[in-house]
């Protein structure tokens, strides 16, 4: 298997990968900064040997992640792209009491860039898209937030309306219905006429949007548990365990989950 990694250099989409290579699959990594493996002596024997791969740049830059798709389908195409790019440097916001992101649409452009930049031979035999945003997003996600949580959510509401642009690309390129109730981007998120430099509305096939709970450097335990975004009781998870979900479950058994928003939470 062939895997597509964006924001993989950390956190779910390092841990994921790493289980990925360890089975025996090919990863080829897009990385703003690729000397943050030099010194990853788990990563070391995987570059050596040629199954990880890494192409610099940027998914900000369209281009990049062209340069990205044309080395991952060398020799043959993606079977699978794991989209797990989120921002590491938010800062808090005294006047509005939340934290905001730089730019504010840093996933939402990154994802689109991603999809707009699909080589055609890719485009009739589909990769399957694993991409994750959060739970609380969603209107109905967030009507099952734990009323403790809720301040929590009220101050990550900068990187939660920009995971709220993803959905949004999800949600049409899928062919889904959105919610009645969901809030449509402001312009800084996603600016009108985005639609036009996808392929039409429903035109991805494979996919599914994975919302885990606030997440926690928490060890790998494989107890958790996954629903719809009716999920209760959703308070924290560990990225080690979505990563686990993701390997052991979400791509060993995709025909269940192909097409689903799916949550996961202890």
Same mark, same amino acid.
């Given at each position: 298997m062939k895997v597509l990694a964006i924001g993989a250099s950390r956190n779910?989409?390092?841990h994921s990968t790493l289980q990925l290579l360890q089975?025996?699959?090919h990863v080829v990594y897009l990385l703003r900064k690729p000397s943050v493996f030099d010194a990853n002596e788990a990563m070391k024997p995987f570059i050596d040997s040629g199954v990880a791969e890494i192409v610099q740049g940027d998914a900000l830059v369209a281009d990049d992640l062209t340069r990205a798709w044309a080395q991952a389908t060398v020799g043959g195409p993606v079977d699978v792209v794991l989209f797990t790019l989120g921002s590491t440097q938010a800062s808090f916001s005294i006047s509005?009491?939340?934290f905001t992101i730089n730019p504010p649409n840093l996933c939402t452009a990154a994802l689109l860039n991603t999809l707009t930049t699909l080589p055609?031979?890719?485009?009739?035999v589909q990769p399957r898209f694993i991409i994750? &945003?959060?739970f609380g997003v969603t209107k109905a996600s967030h009507s099952s937030v734990p009323?403790?949580?809720? $301040?929590? /959510?009220s101050m990550i509401k900068g990187p939660h309306a920009d995971k709220m642009g993803m959905e949004s690309i999800c949600t049409y390129s899928a062919g889904w219905t959105p919610g009645a109730k969901e809030k449509i981007p402001s312009e800084e998120i996603l600016t009108t006429g985005w639609e036009d430099r996808l392929p039409g509305k429903g035109w991805m096939k494979h996919v599914v949007i994975l919302r885990p709970a606030l997440l926690?450097?928490? $060890? *790998? &335990?494989? !107890? /958790?548990?996954v629903g719809d975004e009716k999920l209760t009781g959703v308070w924290t998870v560990s990225r080690k365990d979505v990563a686990h979900f993701i390997v052991t479950d979400l791509l060993a058994n995709w *025909? !269940? /989950? *192909?097409g689903k928003g799916v949550s996961i939470a202890y």
């Open positions: 779910i989409g390092y089975q025996g699959h509005s009491l939340s055609h031979s890719s485009a009739t994750t &945003t959060s009323l403790l949580t809720r $301040p929590l /959510y926690t450097d928490g $060890p *790998e &335990t494989g !107890k /958790y548990r *025909e !269940k /989950y *192909e």
